[in-house]
């Protein structure tokens, strides 16, 4: 089984956003991770920014 690489990204918001970020994970049952990763693919997608999918980096994977 392959390891999954991930990156660390640390960033500064406004307690009320870091709030708004909170309440839409839970009320999606997501991380905050989760759903800041989410935000950011779908923003990309958009905006014709290609961002593969996990499982296309790491083939060998099966978990992802």
């Avoid at 392959?2 to 640390?10: D, E, F, R, V, Y």
Wanted: include cysteine; glycine fraction near 4%.
């Amino acid at each position: 089984m392959s390891k999954t690489k991930i990156s660390t990204l640390n960033l500064r918001v406004q307690p009320a956003i870091k709030e708004a970020v909170r309440e839409a994970a839970a009320r999606e049952h997501r991380s905050v991770a989760n759903m800041i990763e989410m935000l950011i693919r779908r923003h990309c997608e958009k905006a014709g920014i290609a961002v593969p999918e996990q499982n296309e980096l790491f083939p060998g994977n099966q978990n992802g």
